[in-house]
């Protein structure tokens, strides 16, 4: 993550290159999430192929029944960081909590990665560091080592705070995005791939483990399109 931030800011203080953009995506599955975004990139190389970028994103998650599991990395397997990535759960430790829908609108930073070719590109972006607004939710709490609150009613708000910290190490509402973009005649663009998103809320009560996030996790195809502002 310093490495990522470190290379963007170099390109912010070492190009003259760079291009702006506003972008419309919708993800779908069986649950909806729209997003708009600014974003501006930087080429990187003498051949103007690779781009890194900033921007902002506004997210909106919208869904009827989910499941949403024991968040922190601590708990679902018992490491944090990138370790965490590839660390088997730890099932004796995972609670759940059913919401009958689920509502979020997340506001993030935005980090963008991109590789062009004459009419294409391919691409990642991710969210880095937000706030997420939405109502409070009601739930049914099922523990895994606490017969006297399984199947209580608990009351949830969607996390405040949003922060990548790679895997489950990452706390509350964050999206991201691995893509195709194909550029038209009128130089707009549009793109299509997979959006991953966290979804993350956090109860009234701290239950079970000392634990009152929840996280419910979704990839969904996607698609956008590009309304590009300016080049230089």
């Not at 800011?9 to 997003?35: V, Y």
């Not at 869904?63 to 599991?69: A, D, N, R, T, V």
């Not at 059913?98 to 590109?121: E, H, P, R, T």
Request: with cysteine.
């Amino acid at each position: 993550m310093k490495t990522l931030v470190s290379l963007l800011l170099l390109c912010l203080f070492s190009t003259k290159s760079w291009s702006q953009s506003i972008d419309f995506a919708i993800a779908a599955k069986k649950e909806f999430a729209p997003s708009v975004s600014y974003q501006k990139t930087y080429d990187v190389g003498k051949k103007k192929r690779f781009q890194i970028g900033w921007g902002v994103r506004a997210n909106g998650y919208f869904s009827g029944q989910k499941e949403y599991l024991t968040a922190p990395a601590l708990l679902t397997s018992g490491k944090q960081s990138l370790a965490a990535f590839f660390t088997e759960y730890n099932p004796a430790k995972i609670d759940t909590i059913d919401f009958s829908k689920s509502s979020l609108v997340s506001f993030n930073a935005l980090i963008v990665l991109q590789y062009s070719f004459k009419k294409s590109a391919i691409g990642f972006n991710i969210d880095a560091l937000g706030f997420t607004l939405g109502g409070k939710q009601s739930g049914i709490f099922r523990a895994a080592e606490s017969p006297s609150l399984n199947k209580s009613t608990q009351t949830a708000s969607p996390t405040p705070l949003n922060v990548l910290l790679v895997s489950d190490s990452d706390r509350g509402s964050l999206n991201s995005e691995i893509f195709f973009k194909q550029t038209l005649k009128n130089q707009n663009a549009l793109r299509f791939g997979l959006s991953f998103q966290f979804m993350e809320y956090t109860t009234k009560q701290v239950l079970t483990f000392e634990n009152d996030r929840f996280r419910h996790k979704s990839l969904m195809p996607f698609v956008a399109y590009t309304l590009n502002l300016r080049k230089k």
